[in-house]
């Protein structure tokens, strides 16, 4: 009796089921197109070369790079493994499927803001000239030295605002770096630094002075 009742229901409401099912279909693939159109943009903006160059100062297995977002193109997040990420979007895309043309809409509309966040962005051009030269070389140049990647991302820090008013919080930052980066040259990171013209040569000077004498080569 159950199973003639549903049968029943599904041919009064057939045309409806058939819409759901439409929308099941089409939801996961505005999703495929909106992570299609995120690693585009990240090829646009060259956001390999970014991350890599990033890696050469973090942690193992530490913090990847999100390459942009209202008001920020390089913001710092803490990226799951691959396995993590593929159960995340088949996840995604089942809920996003159930959801139906609900879910669709919702695509739809994170797609469309982030298009014209983007283009918000480009054709503003709000990033000040000092910003984009520091960015530049992040995102364009794979053999930059991991001393020059520290002094880069620092100063750009200081551009959103970091405080820096002595020379503690620069030590503290090459100090967690060279834990695990033993390589890490801190003198040369600070006289990169100071070169970049963004923090106070004051400041800069003061940090180089904590550090010590600069090693000798003895013949």
């Known amino acids: 009796m159950a199973w003639e009742d ?6 009064e409401h057939q045309t409806l089921f058939h819409y759901y099912l439409v929308g099941s279909v089409v939801a996961p693939c505005l999703e495929v197109a909106h992570w299609t159109y995120i690693l585009t943009l990240e090829w646009f903006l060259k956001g390999n070369i970014y991350r890599a160059n ?3 100062i973090e942690p193992p297995g530490g913090s990847n790079l999100r390459l942009w977002r209202k008001s920020d193109l390089g913001v710092l997040v803490e990226p799951p493994g691959l396995g993590a990420k593929i159960w995340k979007g088949l996840r995604v895309l089942a809920w996003e ?9 919702y695509v739809v509309v994170v797609f469309l803001g982030d298009i014209l966040i983007f283009v918000r962005e480009v054709l503003s051009d709000s990033a000040p000239d000092v910003l984009r030269k520091l960015r530049y070389p992040l995102g364009h140049n794979p053999r930059l030295s991991s001393e020059a990647v ?5 100063a750009i820090s200081i551009l959103f605002g970091e405080p820096v008013q002595d020379g503690s919080a620069i030590l503290d930052s090459l100090a967690r770096v060279q834990e695990n980066h033993p390589d890490f040259d801190r003198r040369k990171a600070l006289e990169i630094l100071g070169d970049l013209g963004i923090a106070r040569e004051s400041v800069v000077s003061r940090a180089l002075d904590n ?3 600069a090693p000798t080569n003895t013949p």
Not at 97 to 105: E, F, R
Not at 150 to 154: E, G, L, P, R
């Open 6 to 11: 549903l049968v029943r229901f599904y041919r």
């Open 97 to 105: 499927a159930w959801l139906s043309w609900i879910g669709a809409l």
């Open 150 to 154: 520290w002094a880069h991302s620092f």
């Open 211 to 213: 550090l010590g004498p």
């Open 54 to 56: 990033l890696k050469k």
